[in-house]
């Protein structure tokens, strides 16, 4: 497990903790999962040469 891998897999649990928690929340913390998996895959993929 890279530690790329580790942070996206503690920022993911961790919205979705919080999202338990405080329900108010709840969207906002999806929408901060949902930029973190992104950014993940958009690093994964190979640049264009």
């Known amino acids: 497990m ?3 891998t580790f ?3 503690f920022l ?13 929340f ?3 913390f999806g929408d901060l ?6 950014g993940y895959l958009g690093q ?3 640049e264009s040469r």
């Open 12 to 24: 993911v649990i961790g919205t979705g903790i919080l999202g338990v928690y405080d329900e108010r």
């Open 7 to 9: 942070i996206v897999c």
């Open 26 to 28: 709840r969207t906002t």
């Open 33 to 38: 999962a949902k930029v973190g998996v992104g």
């Open 44 to 46: 994964l993929m190979p």
């Open 2 to 4: 890279t530690p790329r």
